[in-house]
């Protein structure tokens, strides 16, 4: 076996370039734009302010439209509490009667002044600033705060419900307003037995509440102010398929990958091929009864296990099997006969996590529970927030499916297929979009039927294609492009339209993911469909990688399955944006274990002052580059930056990569440190600004820096293929760039670490040995003999 090689460490520059300055603001016809203004603001709240009694002071939550960054000290000035800010510049905030009267008399003003002009305004310019970027004014009301899933609910009896309160930025304010939110609930239990608090959550970022509440409850606590969302527990489903029974197969090899923590149902070990393979197992919330087992977390487990079951049915030889540590955090509803998972999602999660993580030593784990609907939150979650501030915490992989489509679309199952892959309600479900976890959607493994008769049963996707249940991005981000999501896909299965009846089915087992089930009667195999089971088979491969290389961090880890990741598609699909279903395509370990012949893998896990630039040199041997064969060049990047669930940015910083080449490292210095002003030039003409490098000195690589702005996974191709052996050397810039946080915040975050990973591999000529050359050019660089910089 060979190992990859150390990419050389890099430099870090003294100075950068500037970002681009922020525009200095937009034209406003400020009479016009008042009246809009006035006119929103009086739609939103008139009436509720007319109705109201008078010594009653209704506190509100407006959403502020924005087309920029609003600065938060004028909202104080107005007394207006803000509660959170969302991608799209929407701003979330706690007005009173005052503050209402308030900025209605300042709109009139403001109606009055002309944009630049000092006269007739006797209030702070920041005041007539913040107008200028406010495009209109609407309520924050009942269907912000009612999540589409309560429909699910009947409320024929009281409903186990979880309301999420605004976050906070002290914990003395998250606890007043979980004391509001509770003392509605505590006023009806006093009469009615059955409705009642059962847990809550103090916590500034997610602060929530669990409770059972009847629908005259519900009705109140959607018309409170300090109520961000409610919304049922999350919850999964699984329904039983046939499949043709198959044999245990016979001398099956013992687990050898790294361990793989499991957040999911019960695991029945009594399935023989999951005997010896789990390791350990709890239950979450600890003292929680649970009812009997379920089928969910025994198939899940298999493919955590096996990657893929395949070879049971086919007979072909067993893959390896990774060990499995299983932590049971789903319970079986009696009532509604699905999973949901006992106490309050997010704590109960976090508290399996800390177990699997901390005590345990699993460095992946693998979650397949999702909500049923497209992320749509003004803010990201607390089960999401939660996520991402573990897996920064705890430095282990993290992976989620994406969720699944489950309502069929209009335009119906084969006839809108793949259009409808791309509409918003086929968006990622929470917690998809968690920025630091690994999310996995669904692709069809197979596309021919095994039901009969086959000339009118037929497969909605093919081979390769996602699944037509698939969910997509992006989810927000920093940029109006928002970040992508998944990034990986696996096998999810298919749908069999059936010609004769003009309907699309879930249940042929040619089509779906064959799965371990509790053994009933010899029968230990079933089917199913989902992206419940693609994600654990990316945590296999994941799993592989972490057994060859034991001591790579869990950012190096996700560097190198994303070297490993390849599109699938046979062609593209009409009028679908591929990167939307799966960044970057389906993992194989196998294709980056080894570094050796004509495969150069070099990688560094490394740590860089935040608002920086780092320069890393590349070894490329003058034999690459020569010649007309295939080559190809990845270069992968991942970091865990701090997260924050009420601010626009949710992530502290983001970072980015680049190639270029046929510069000296001086060069590339000169391009990149700070740069003399135009009218510092224009002062002394002896000055000199310099360029960012253009052209072949900088090769355009894929995905773009703009499709990539927001993620924390960046994996980039050179997919130009030319190549000149006269470039003697090649550079990496990694830029790390702050968010604008709070100047505390940006103390508190001063470096951020990340791994880099580069794959070099020569496609046609075989016998070139690659790794050998790269090597050579490492070991004449530490003897000196080689300047790489």
Not at 202 to 209: A, E, F, V
Not at 365 to 385: P, Q
Not at 555 to 564: C, E, P, Y
């Amino acid at each position: 076996m060979v190992d990859h090689l150390p990419l050389p460490p890099g430099q870090e520059l003294r100075s950068r370039r500037r970002l681009a300055a922020p525009s200095g603001g937009r034209a406003v016809n400020r009479k016009g734009h008042a009246t809009k203004l006035s006119s929103d603001l009086a739609v939103a709240t008139g009436q509720i302010d007319e109705e109201t009694d008078g010594d009653a002071d209704p506190r509100l939550v407006l959403k502020l439209e924005a087309v920029t960054r609003l600065s938060s000290g004028p909202l104080r000035g107005l007394d207006l509490v803000q509660l959170g800010e969302s991608q799209s510049w929407t701003y979330a905030v706690l007005s009173n009667r005052d503050s209402r009267r308030l900025l209605d008399r300042l709109l009139a003003e403001y109606s009055s002044t002309t944009q630049g002009s000092k006269d007739s305004w006797e209030h702070p310019a920041t005041w007539a600033q913040l107008l200028d970027n406010i495009d209109g004014i609407s309520i924050y009301g009942e269907d912000d705060r009612r999540d589409p899933d309560l429909t699910e609910l009947s409320f024929a009896s009281p409903e186990t419900v979880d309301i999420l309160i605004w976050p906070s930025s002290t914990a003395a304010l998250s606890t007043e307003r979980l004391d509001v939110v509770r003392s509605i609930i505590d006023i009806v239990s006093r009469g009615n037995p059955d409705v009642g608090v059962l847990s809550f959550d103090l916590r500034p970022q997610t602060t929530s509440i669990r409770a059972r509440v009847d629908y005259s409850t519900l009705g109140l606590l959607l018309q409170e102010s300090w109520v961000e969302r409610i919304r049922p527990p999350l919850r999964t489903s699984f329904n039983q398929r046939s499949i043709n029974r198959a044999a245990v197969p016979l001398d099956l090899p013992g687990p050898t990958g790294a361990p793989i923590g499991i957040l999911d149902g019960v695991v029945s070990v009594a399935n023989p091929l999951l005997m010896g393979r789990v390791m350990d197992a709890g239950e979450f919330p600890p003292g929680h009864v649970f009812s009997g087992p379920d089928l969910h977390g025994t198939g899940i487990a298999t493919i955590c296990s096996w990657g893929s079951l395949d070879f049971v049915v086919t007979g072909v030889p067993a893959p390896p099997s990774s060990p499995l540590i299983s932590a049971r955090v789903l319970d079986i509803d009696q009532a509604r006969q699905d999973l949901f998972i006992p106490g309050q999602d997010h704590t109960t999660l976090e508290a399996a996590i800390r177990w699997l993580v901390a005590k345990k030593n699993c460095k992946i784990v693998a979650m397949s529970i999702n909500k049923a609907h497209a992320e749509d939150k003004l803010l990201r979650s607390e089960v999401t927030a939660t996520l991402d501030s573990l897996v920064r915490e705890l430095q282990f992989v993290l992976v989620v499916s994406s969720g699944n489509r489950g309502e069929e679309p209009a335009s119906g199952w084969l006839g809108g297929y793949p259009n409808y892959l791309q509409d918003d309600d086929a968006k990622v479900t929470d917690p998809a979009d968690a920025a630091l976890a690994i999310t996995v959607g669904s692709i069809a493994h197979r596309d021919v039927p095994s039901r009969e008769p086959a000339e009118q049963i037929i497969a909605v996707a093919r081979a390769g294609d996602p699944s037509p249940f698939a969910r997509s991005g992006p989810v927000r981000g920093r940029t109006r492009d928002g970040m992508a999501k998944p990034e990986f896909v696996h096998n999810g299965g298919n749908l069999a339209h059936d010609d004769a009846v003009g309907t699309a089915s879930a249940n042929d087992p040619g089509l779906s993911v064959v799965v371990g089930t509790p053994p009933i009667g010899g029968q230990f195999l079933t089917t199913e469909i989902g992206s419940s089971y693609a994600a654990p088979a990316v945590a296999y491969e994941i799993s592989r990688i972490a057994a060859r290389y034991p001591q790579a961090s869990a950012n190096m880890l996700r560097a190198l399955v994303a070297l490993s990741a390849r599109r699938t598609e046979r062609s593209p699909l009409v009028g679908i944006d591929a990167t939307r279903t799966s960044l970057y395509g389906l993992p194989d370990a196998d294709r980056i274990l080894e570094s050796g012949g004509p495969i150069a893998v070099l990688a560094i896990e490394d740590e860089m002052a935040t608002n920086s630039v780092v320069v890393h040199e590349i070894p490329v041997p003058y034999e690459f580059a020569q010649g007309g064969s295939s080559r190809d060049f990845r270069v992968a990047l991942s970091f865990d930056p701090p997260t924050l669930r009420s601010r626009r940015e949710y992530m502290a910083g983001w970072m980015g990569v680049e190639l270029v080449r046929g510069l000296t490292y001086e060069e590339v210095v000169q391009h990149y440190e700070r740069q003399p002003s135009v009218a510092e030039v224009e002062a002394d003409p002896s000055l000199i600004r310099s360029n960012l490098p253009s052209g072949r000195l900088r090769p355009g690589l894929a995905p773009t820096v703009r499709q990539l702005a927001s993620s924390t996974l960046i994996r980039r191709d050179y997919v130009d293929q030319t190549w000149d052996p006269d470039d003697e050397s090649y550079f990496l810039v990694v830029s790390h760039n702050l968010s604008p946080w709070t100047d505390r915040q940006r103390r508190e975050h001063s470096h951020q670490r990340y791994s880099l990973a580069v794959q070099l591999v020569e496609n046609d000529r075989l016998d070139l040995d690659l790794h050998a050359l790269v090597r050579a050019r490492l070991i004449a660089r530490a003897r000196g003999r080689v300047r790489l910089r």
